[in-house]
């Protein structure tokens, strides 16, 4: 019941074009830090990455959002993996069959976006930071993206979801088929200008592009661009980035990340 009422809420929000941008809508409603946990919080925790287990987790450690992969099986099944291979096997070269009948080292089948959807769906703290994987082919890759934005509609699940991607064509393709849709581009080789001129939530760039052109962030955050940094392990490097007052660092080490944060609102730092 709590859940249908915060999807009407944000139905209504978007209906009727509140003077508000898309993420700060959502933001609102999810946990207040920017911690995201990459492929979930798997590495203290002993789970593997892109669990449902490493999900969990993210979720129980209270973390704003947890980040997962997304590929299409060559049957047209939404899975989650990292990399293009699953144990060995290409993933868009076998179906959700096959590839079913390895096992996670925690016993687990290979989960499907509709399960972490649903799983997602089920709490309000932890947002879905949700990559699109690129395909072997540019045409493959749009029709993931398509998929994607079809099984998040249909489950409802847009008020989680935040869309990554290093595809800008696919970034663009979101706006297309999801105009509300938030998403944040990866690469770090297109400007926040034309970030905000595309109708692109976000810069969701790598260390090192912020690190080269540092000028950038206060761009970004001029044009009211959402900004999120990954991958950040190192200590010293989250303490830079808490300083820059990023909306998400995405971390290897959301455990590391949240005390970081407990210390500071306490003021021990």
Known sequence: MKINVYILFFILM????????????????????????????????GVPQNSVASFREAIRLGCSGSEF??????????????????????????????????????GETIPTLEQILMEGMK????????????????ERTLQSTEKIVEMVNKT???????YITFDYNAAKKIKQLSPSAVVAYLSGDVSPRQLKIDNITGADYNIGVY??????????KDLGLSLNVWTINAA??????????????????????????????????
């Open 69 to 106: 992969d997304v590929h299409m099986t060559a049957d047209s099944c939404l899975v989650l993996s990292h990399d293009r291979d699953f144990f060995g096997k290409v993933i868009e070269n076998h179906t959700y069959q096959e590839l079913s009948k390895i096992k996670l080292p925690n």
């Open 14 to 45: 978007i209906s009727f074009r509140l003077p508000m941008q898309a993420q700060d809508i959502y933001k609102n409603f999810f946990s207040d830090n920017v911690v995201v946990a990459h492929r979930g919080a798997w590495k203290k925790a």
């Open 123 to 138: 709490q309000t703290g932890t947002r879905l930071f949700l990559e699109i994987k690129s395909s072997s082919t540019k």
């Open 156 to 162: 409802g699940a847009q008020p989680w979801i935040f």
């Open 236 to 269: 010293e490097d989250m303490d830079t980035f808490l300083e820059y007052n990023f909306d998400y660092i995405t971390t290897d080490e959301p455990e590391l990340l949240l005390d970081k944060l407990n210390n500071k609102n306490n003021g021990n730092l």
């Open 211 to 220: 690190k080269k052109e540092a000028s950038m962030i206060k761009e970004a």
